[in-house]
C-alpha cells in the first residue's frame, strides 16, 4: 500500500513539474516573440525613415517641400453658425506669461454657452505660422492655422 501511494506523489509531483515547465516555457515564447515584432516594426520605421532622408537628399528637398504645401493647413477649428454667433475679436497680453494673443469670443444663440479660443500669436511667429479666421459658408466659420 505505502508503495503505491509513494508511486502516486512522485508521479504527481512530476506531473506538476512538467505543467509548470511548459507553462514557463509558453511564456518565454511569447515573450521571444514580441520581442521579435517589435524589433521589425523599429528596423522597418529606421528604413522609412532612412529611405525619406534618402530621396529627399537626392532630389535637394523637393520631397519635404511638396509634402509642407500639401499639408499647409496645421490646425482648423470650425464653429457652427446655426449654434453659436461670433461677437469679438481681441488682441491682448496674457496676464501671467505676457505673451501676445488673440481671443475670439461666441455665443450660442440661446445665450447660455460662451466660448473663448484663445490662441498665443508669439508662438506662430516663432514657429514661422500665420493664423486666419474664414467665414466657409452661411452656417459655419473658422479659425485657421497654416504656414506663413
Known sequence: MENNELNN????????????SNLEK??????????????????VVLLLS???????????????????EKYKEIISIDYDQSKYKFIDMEEGKDSVSGANT????????DNLEEIDTVIYT??????????????????????????K
Open 50 to 68: 532612412g529611405s525619406f532622408l534618402t530621396v529627399n537628399a537626392a532630389t535637394d528637398g523637393k520631397l519635404a517641400e511638396d509634402i509642407k
Open 26 to 43: 509558453e511564456e518565454a515564447m511569447k515573450i521571444e516573440n514580441r520581442r521579435k515584432v517589435i524589433s521589425l516594426c523599429a528596423t
Open 122 to 147: 508669439d508662438n506662430l511667429d516663432d514657429e514661422n505660422l500665420k493664423l486666419n479666421w474664414n467665414a466657409t459658408g452661411e452656417s459655419t466659420s473658422e479659425v485657421v492655422i497654416e504656414d
Open 9 to 20: 506523489k512522485i508521479l504527481k509531483n512530476v506531473r506538476n513539474r512538467i505543467v509548470v
Open 102 to 109: 488673440v481671443t475670439y469670443r461666441l455665443r450660442s444663440n
